[in-house]
């Protein structure tokens, strides 16, 4: 079984910052692409940022420039380091991966979402 435990979520002024992680642990054969997707009330859950077993990043064009992913393979732990963060940065972040598990399985895992808030 795998599971994604996410944290660091929490509550931060804007122009703050703060610093989620996410650990995949259990039959885990292979980790390919991990990311980070959040999902604020009222709307549909949106990609934030991605990067692959190979260090390669994609980004949402709102968090450009503001937040980093970054992923360490010896802990099979994903990062997203958020700075300068914005009140419209408020939502749910959820941690993904593709996952390929020991022995027949899914390939596609998430957390379990930590709340990120930022007041103005």
């Known amino acids: 079984q795998v599971q994604l435990v996410e944290s660091g979520g929490g509550l931060v002024q804007a122009g703050g910052s703060l610093r989620l992680s996410c650990a995949a642990s259990?039959?885990?054969?292979?980790?390919?692409?991990m990311g980070w997707y959040r999902q604020a009330p009222g709307k549909q859950r949106e990609l934030v940022a991605d990067?692959?077993?190979?260090?390669?990043?994609n980004y949402a064009d709102s968090v450009k420039g503001r937040f980093t992913i970054s992923r360490d393979n010896r802990k099979n732990t994903v990062y997203l380091q958020m700075n300068s963060l914005k009140p419209e940065d408020t939502a749910v972040y959820y941690c993904a991966a593709d996952i390929r598990p020991l022995g027949p399985g899914p390939s596609d895992y998430w957390g379990q979402g930590t709340q990120v808030t930022v007041s103005s």
């Open positions: 990067i692959t077993s190979g260090g390669n990043t």
């Open positions: 259990g039959s885990i054969f292979s980790i390919n692409a």
